[in-house]
């Protein structure tokens, strides 16, 4: 399954909303994860099953979308937020990521 | 407290074996599976594969002719061996623990949700 991501680079400002988009060339029901991920860093897990938040993330992250079309919202973005983006699909094997999306300082 | 401690060689030469070797403290072991991630410098992340405690495995098959995973259930570790390696193999590799999620059909490996620190290795002559 290809796991597309648009755009492939996101220019905001602290405050504002982001939507990062993610599209699978199959359904993949709602077996859709993401990650952020920091320079020097491992991924870190923000949203499973499409819609649910991890341990630990804050509330101003959240996921949306089934079958083929899904959408990551921050809704306000703080400093730390800007970072690259991952989306992953689990219903079929092998497992796959998008290519990235890069939330960076307008 | 999930932690995934990981290590192995960082420098091969091409043809030979990558290894390396991932340990799950604080994780009940038999009830998730592990899994292999790598990232090419600069570039995305890649799914090399997976495997249970009971030694059943799944791999990317980019990669199957290559490849071993393999588990130690009593230490708690799993390993990555990846034969004849060139220099596109040079990435960060991560290991990473995969809970599971059910239907009617049994249970299945799903997302990420903790990760090793991860290990570069580079392919060089």
């Known amino acids: 399954i290809v796991m597309t991501q648009s755009p492939g680079t996101l220019s905001l400002s602290p405050g504002e909303r982001a939507a990062l988009s993610c599209r699978a060339s199959q359904t993949v029901s709602s077996h859709l994860a993401w990650y952020q991920q920091k320079p020097g860093q491992a991924p870190r897990l923000l949203i499973y099953?499409?819609?649910s938040r991890a341990t630990g993330i804050p509330p101003r992250f959240s996921g949306s979308g089934s079958g083929t079309e899904f959408t990551l919202t921050i809704s306000s973005l703080q400093s730390e937020d800007f970072a690259v983006y991952y989306c992953?699909?689990?219903?079929?094997?092998?497992?796959?990521f998008g290519q990235g999306t890069k939330v960076e300082i307008k | 407290q999930v932690q995934l401690q990981q290590w192995g060689a960082g420098l091969l030469t091409p043809s030979e074996t990558l290894s390396l070797t991932c340990a799950a403290h604080?994780?009940?072991?038999?009830?998730?599976?592990w899994s292999w991630v790598r990232q090419p410098p600069g570039k995305g992340l890649e799914w090399i594969g997976e495997?249970?405690?009971?030694?059943?495995?799944n791999y990317n098959p980019s990669l199957k002719s290559r490849l071993t995973i393999s588990v130690d259930t009593s230490k708690k570790q799993f390993s990555l061996k990846l034969s004849s390696v060139t220099a596109a193999d040079t990435a960060v590799y991560y290991c990473?623990?995969?809970?599971?999620?059910?239907?009617?059909?049994?249970?299945?490996?799903?997302?990420?949700?903790?990760w090793g620190q991860g290990t570069l290795v580079t392919v060089s002559s």
């Open positions: 992953q699909q689990y219903k079929d094997w092998p497992r796959t």
């Open positions: 990473a623990r995969n809970p599971f999620y059910y239907d009617r059909d049994g249970h299945y490996s799903a997302y990420f949700d903790y």
């Open positions: 604080g994780a009940s072991f038999s009830d998730y599976n």
């Open positions: 099953s499409a819609s």
């Open positions: 495997i249970n405690h009971s030694g059943s495995t």
